[in-house]
């Protein structure tokens, strides 16, 4: 076997511009796969962190069962009320898996600055819980400053946030008095004032002029309740989520309750939408990859064999076989599949610190703010795409190599 590994070395340097141009076809070919690879785990990772961290909803989120169908058109039926949200503590404080769990009343109204009014939609939340959550997150972006202004704290309940379109619509400013009008949930006209304490943009553009953030006890008493419509939850491990959730399901029933929980990638559409783009766009990669890497391996052994017709009748008539022959090219095309896989290891490496020493910044979908560009090492892909591009190499060779096994002997030996 290692006489036929120097051979087939050998055989690479015996064309090696041919063999340097095919080489550099499946490194970049291995690199340009796993930069959009690495690219891609660093959308979904982003995605996944700001659905879940950054935005505070947790990996899953508990409701009323039909809230999510029927509840905005009837609020007061399908809202989670004190002793709903008592019993569901206390089966989430059961479970060490949980690291917090949070209330959420979602709202909407019309604010006014004095002379006139328009829509809003708000988040009524405890801020110290969402900040817990937040802290949790993985990526830079959890660690960004997000809004001009001063934070949301428990201490002041009256303080909202504003979409920055909406404030600039209505002319508000850090400090400024807001008046928040809104049914409550008995159908009566209820106004509460609020303190303008920051500003922010919406990750959705539609809702620029119409987003504000609120405490839970300011949703609350705007909508005259002590109910939720719903608790989000935050587990230690993202990977419990499906578990947990089956889990928590059935002891929520058993307690009388009857509640749907969903996981935060069923809440979050866009991040599912986002993914099935980019495992499309990677397909098409792949396949370009396959077809350069294919074509390329097949015109190195395909112009190899035209040149060593001769040497094939002599190898022949020394007594080797037709699937050593067949056996010699697929190790060479192996050999120049490792060979470009490792530079493309090489050029990968080279993509990945380059990006991390220069840090280019970008404005990525939902999120208004220009953050840090990051390409992620993938180990596991980088694996199975040296394995892949192995065996298409291999692949690639059987064809023109089977045709050179067949030649006859004498023939072969007399080719000019």
Not at 163 to 170: E, V
Not at 358 to 382: A, C, D, H
Not at 386 to 407: D, F, N, Q
């Amino acid at each position: 076997m290692i006489t036929w590994f120097k051979l087939a070395t050998r055989n690479l340097f015996r064309n090696g511009r041919r063999s340097l141009f095919t080489v550099m076809a499946i490194g970049l070919g291995f690199a340009a796969v796993n930069a959009l690879g690495g690219f891609t785990a660093y959308i979904f990772t982003s995605l996944e962190d700001s659905y879940i961290h950054i935005q505070g909803n947790g990996h899953m989120s508990i409701f009323k069962k039909g809230f999510l169908e029927e509840g905005k058109l009837d609020p007061t039926r399908y809202l989670l009320n004190e002793e709903d949200v008592r019993v569901i503590d206390e089966v989430l404080q059961t479970h060490p898996e949980i690291r917090i769990s949070t209330p959420e009343l979602n709202i909407s109204g019309l604010v006014s600055n004095g002379e006139v009014s328009t829509i809003f939609l708000a988040s009524g939340r405890v801020s110290s819980k969402v900040d817990v959550i937040r802290s949790r997150s993985r990526t830079k972006v959890g660690n960004m400053r997000l809004f001009d202004g001063d934070p949301m704290t428990d201490d002041k309940p009256n303080g909202l946030g504003m979409s920055q379109g909406l404030a600039n619509q209505l002319r508000f400013k850090q400090g400024d008095t807001v008046v928040v009008m809104a049914p409550t949930v008995s159908g009566q006209i209820n106004a509460l004032d609020g303190q303008m304490l920051q500003t922010f943009s919406s990750p959705v553009e539609a809702l620029e002029d119409k987003l504000m953030l609120v405490s839970l006890e300011f949703a609350q008493n705007l909508y005259d309740t002590t109910s939720v419509d719903r608790i989000n939850v935050l587990l230690n491990d993202g990977l419990l989520t499906q578990p947990m959730r089956a889990t928590l399901q059935s002891e929520l029933a058993a307690h009388g309750l009857d509640v749907e929980i969903k996981t935060w990638n069923e809440l979050s559409t866009f991040y599912t939408k986002v993914k099935n783009m980019f495992d499309v766009i990677f397909l098409f990669a792949f396949l370009i990859v396959f077809t350069i890497v294919v074509m390329s391996v097949v015109n190195t052994v395909g112009m190899a064999i035209m040149e060593r017709t001769r040497e094939i009748g002599t190898l022949r008539a020394l007594g080797v076989k037709r699937r050593g022959i067949v056996g010699l090219f697929a190790l060479e095309s192996m050999l120049l599949g490792l060979i470009g896989s490792l530079v493309g290891v090489l050029l990968t490496l080279a993509v990945w610190s380059s990006i991390a020493t220069f840090e280019p910044t970008w404005i990525p979908p939902q999120i208004t703010r220009r953050i840090p560009l990051e390409v992620y090492l993938v180990p596991k892909e980088m694996l199975w795409s040296l394995l892949a591009l192995m065996v298409l190499s291999l692949l690639a060779a059987s064809l023109p190599a089977r045709k050179a096994a067949r030649m006859e002997i004498v023939g072969a030996l007399g080719h000019v």
